[in-house]
């Protein structure tokens, strides 16, 4: 029976809004595996990561396996697990002889993946994951949510995630009121208007999304934070430890 891993964070949103820049202060940076699935997209910033361009999902599980026996990695991030699916669609299901067969064994990747190498896993762990709206047709309300394929569309990829955190960007204006120790608005920010959050918390406004957390893991003041892995990490570190 594996354990929990309660350092396993799933920082959605759409596109440029973000999601890899809030890697950029992470702790120990030669001690993150960065597992690149989209065809070696460049991170925004320049990082001492371990970076690996991801050509086969199947590498992505070698790669939990490799982890555990590195001492000097204490993080594994997936960028992103909507690339990852699209891989695995196009390298092993597409070709395939019996489609039917490959799907099936595309859902039990992620399964195995999530509850096999990542439940496992004794490093902190980030998926990064792109949002799309769709509507729910049962209460005909848009939601937005990471699309999935296959039976993981009816569980939804947010549920193997107890912690999903949502990367937006923001007017000023709209998250006055939010102050916290873990949002700091800079000068430029300021001058700009906007600034590149985290929200963790469901509002009114945004009751359709699919951000969650344990219960006390953030206070009503931080539902928007700085877009900042490392202060995540450092909250989850702090409520399970």
Same mark, same amino acid.
């Given at each position: 029976?594996?354990?929990?891993?309660?350092?396993?964070?799933?920082?959605?949103?759409?596109?440029?809004?973000?999601?890899?820049?809030?890697?950029?202060?992470?702790?120990?940076?030669?001690?993150?595996?960065?597992?690149?699935?989209?065809?070696?997209?460049?991170?925004?910033?320049?990082?001492?990561?371990?970076?690996?361009?991801?050509?086969?999902?199947?590498?992505?599980?070698?790669?939990?396996?490799?982890?555990?026996?590195?001492?000097?990695?204490?993080?594994?991030?997936?960028?992103?697990?909507?690339?990852?699916?699209?891989?695995?669609?196009?390298?092993?299901?597409?070709?395939?002889?019996?489609?039917?067969?490959?799907?099936?064994?595309?859902?039990?990747?992620?399964?195995?993946?999530?509850?096999?190498?990542?439940? &496992?896993?004794?490093?902190?762990?980030?998926?990064?994951?792109?949002?799309?709206?769709?509507?729910?047709?049962?209460?005909?309300?848009?939601?937005?949510?990471?699309?999935?394929?296959?039976?993981?569309?009816?569980?939804?990829?947010?549920?193997?995630?107890?912690?999903?955190?949502?990367?937006?960007?923001?007017?000023?204006?709209?998250?006055?009121?939010?102050?916290? &120790?873990?949002?700091?608005?800079?000068?430029?920010?300021?001058?700009?208007?906007?600034?590149?959050?985290?929200?963790?918390?469901?509002?009114?406004?945004?009751?359709?999304?699919?951000?969650?957390?344990?219960?006390?893991?953030?206070?009503?003041?931080?539902?928007?934070?700085?877009?900042?892995?490392?202060?995540?990490?450092?909250?989850?570190?702090?409520?399970?430890?």
């Amino acid at each position: 029976m594996s354990d929990v891993n309660d350092h396993l964070v799933l920082v959605c949103g759409k596109s440029a809004v973000g999601k890899s820049a809030s890697l950029m202060n992470m702790e120990n940076p030669e001690g993150v595996m960065y597992l690149n699935c989209e065809a070696g997209k460049k991170l925004p910033f320049r990082s001492k990561f371990k970076e690996f361009t991801i050509i086969d999902p199947l590498q992505v599980e070698e790669a939990f396996e490799a982890a555990n026996d590195m001492a000097d990695v204490h993080t594994i991030v997936v960028d992103s697990l909507n690339y990852l699916m699209d891989m695995y669609e196009s390298v092993h299901v597409l070709p395939s002889t019996n489609t039917m067969q490959a799907w099936g064994e595309y859902t039990q990747f992620f399964k195995r993946l999530m509850q096999h190498h990542v439940a &496992g896993s004794s490093k902190n762990v980030i998926f990064m994951a792109h949002v799309v709206d769709q509507l729910n047709e049962s209460d005909m309300v848009m939601e937005s949510k990471v699309p999935a394929k296959g039976a993981i569309k009816n569980q939804g990829i947010e549920s193997y995630f107890s912690c999903v955190i949502s990367a937006k960007k923001k007017k000023l204006k709209d998250i006055e009121g939010y102050g916290s &120790g873990l949002l700091n608005v800079t000068d430029e920010e300021e001058m700009l208007g906007y600034k590149y959050v985290f929200q963790t918390k469901l509002t009114k406004d945004t009751v359709n999304e699919r951000m969650r957390g344990p219960m006390g893991l953030w206070d009503t003041k931080e539902t928007f934070i700085d877009n900042d892995c490392q202060k995540v990490l450092d909250r989850l570190s702090e409520y399970y430890n």
